[in-house]
T-cell receptor, first 114, second 114 residues
Framework: EAGVAQSPRYKIIEKRQSVAFWCNPISGHATLYWYQQILGQGPKLLIQFQNNGVVDDSQLPKDRFSAERLKGVDSTLKIQPAKLEDSAVYLC????????????FGSGTRLTVV | AQSVTQPDIHITVSEGASLELRCNYSYGATPYLFWYVQSPGQGLQLLLKYFSGDTLVQGIKGFEAEFKRSQSSFNLRKPSVHWSDAAEYFC????????????FGSGTQLTVLP
């Protein structure tokens, strides 16, 4: 089966600009996650979707970050405006259903804010 | 809230030597535990997982891990390391309930000497 697809692979922007990342989960996977991985740290959950509804966005900095999963398939994560501390790898993951542990991760988008 | 500690930031071993990466977790109930590996520029690949049952878990690439409830540990082992094992290794614990979100440790960087 095809894996979790993410684009772009790399992005460099200036602070205060906006940026968007795209994720296409494994076909049929109902649950989708966005994680932020800062250099030297483990990934941290930003938001979790079940189909097209938000399960948990308590760790999402909502003043600048937004995410949507229209139609319950692919998802977009946006940052506006970006700050230097947003430089990180943004990982998308999916699992067949909510409560199924051990999900599949995409290759990530590496964001550098200068 | 659950947490994961990986005490070793960086480990260096010679090719062919044995390997043990340490992981300690904090969790109130029986945990779901995972080990992931991340190569440079890549996403996270699941090596193995523990849900219940036999406390010695076999994974891919010749890795195994042992769950020790009394020590709150889930250490990863490999009897003979290959140069291709050089990567960053993350231990993670899944939350309870239906959300099953992963909390990751900060990772251990493995260097393999020829």
């Amino acid at each position: 089966e095809a894996g979790v697809a993410q684009s772009p692979r790399y992005k460099i922007i200036e602070k205060r600009q906006s940026v968007a990342f795209w994720c296409n989960p494994i076909s049929g996977h109902a649950t989708l996650y966005w994680y932020q991985q800062i250099l030297g740290q483990g990934p941290k959950l930003l938001i979790q979707f079940q189909n097209n509804g938000v399960v948990d966005d308590s760790q999402l900095p909502k003043d600048r970050f937004s995410a949507e999963r229209l139609k319950g398939v692919d998802s977009t994560l946006k940052i506006q405006p970006a700050k230097l501390e947003d430089s990180a790898v943004y990982l998308c993951a999916s699992s067949p259903r909510q409560g199924a542990p051990g999900y599949t991760f995409g290759s990530g988008t590496r964001l550098t804010v200068v | 809230a659950q947490s994961v500690t990986q005490p070793d930031i960086h480990i260096t071993v010679s090719e062919g030597a044995s390997l043990e990466l340490r992981c300690n977790y904090s969790y109130g109930a029986t945990p779901y535990l995972f080990w992931y590996v991340q190569s440079p520029g890549q996403g996270l690949q699941l090596l193995l997982k523990y849900f219940s049952g036999d406390t010695l878990v076999q994974g891919i690439k010749g890795f195994e891990a042992e769950f020790k409830r009394s020590q709150s540990s889930f250490n990863l082992r490999k009897p003979s390391v290959h140069w291709s094992d050089a990567a960053e290794y993350f231990c993670a614990v899944a939350s309870s309930g239906s959300a099953r979100q992963l909390t990751f440790g900060s990772g251990t960087q493995l260097t393999v000497l020829p």
